[in-house]
Structures are given as C-alpha cells and as structure tokens.
C-alpha cells in the first residue's frame, strides 16, 4: 500500500516561491499518476496540477499555470511543486495524490481519479 508524505510549506509573502514535495513508500510508485491539490477554508478541494507516470504529460490548473510547475523523479519516489510568483489567494493546506489506476499518458484533473491522498501542507501566502 502506497504512502504519501508532504513537505515544503510555509508562510511566505505574496511574490516569493516556495517548492513543495512529496514522497512515496510502499507501492510501485513508477506506474502511478500523480497529483497536487489544494484546499482553503470553507472552499472546495482544487486541481493544481498532475503529471503522468513517466513525466511525459502534465496539466495545471487555470489558477496556477505559468506560475506552478510539477515534476517527479521516479527513482528518488518524489513528486515536486515549484510554486512561484506566489499570491494571497494560493494559501491553502496543499495536498498531494497517486493515480494508482492510470495508464500511459493520463494526467487527471479530477480528485476522485486518485486514490491514495497525503496529509497535506500548509501554505500561507501574506500579503
């Protein structure tokens, strides 16, 4: 069974970068998709970005694209977000998550597409 542990968050102030990470025990973690969601009080859960099992394909959010970037690295288990140009609105408890089901090339938007979830981050962005 897979277990995904976040790390990186923090409290920044609007404009800085802050890089998130996330890593894998258990499981195979080279056929998984993989994830970055976020969540702000009182909101709903929000796509931030996935990337595939290989790293060929990855998808952002509206909110966060040219400013997120998501990678992994398969033999270190790790699936990284790079946050830049940060801003008030990107506060949230930011969560990562495997695609355990995925095939070649999927890249999901959707929260129920993955099931195993970390227990997130925190990140504050001060204005």
Known sequence: QVQLVESGGGLVQTGDSLSLSCV????TFG????GWFRQAPGKEREFVGAISRAGTVRRYGDSVQNRFTIARDNNKRTVSLQMNNLKPEDTATYYCAADVNTVAGAADRRPE?????GQGTQVTVSS
């Open 24 to 27: 894998a025990s258990g499981g």
């Open 113 to 117: 597409a993955y099931d195993v979830w």
């Open 31 to 34: 056929y998984y998709a993989m």
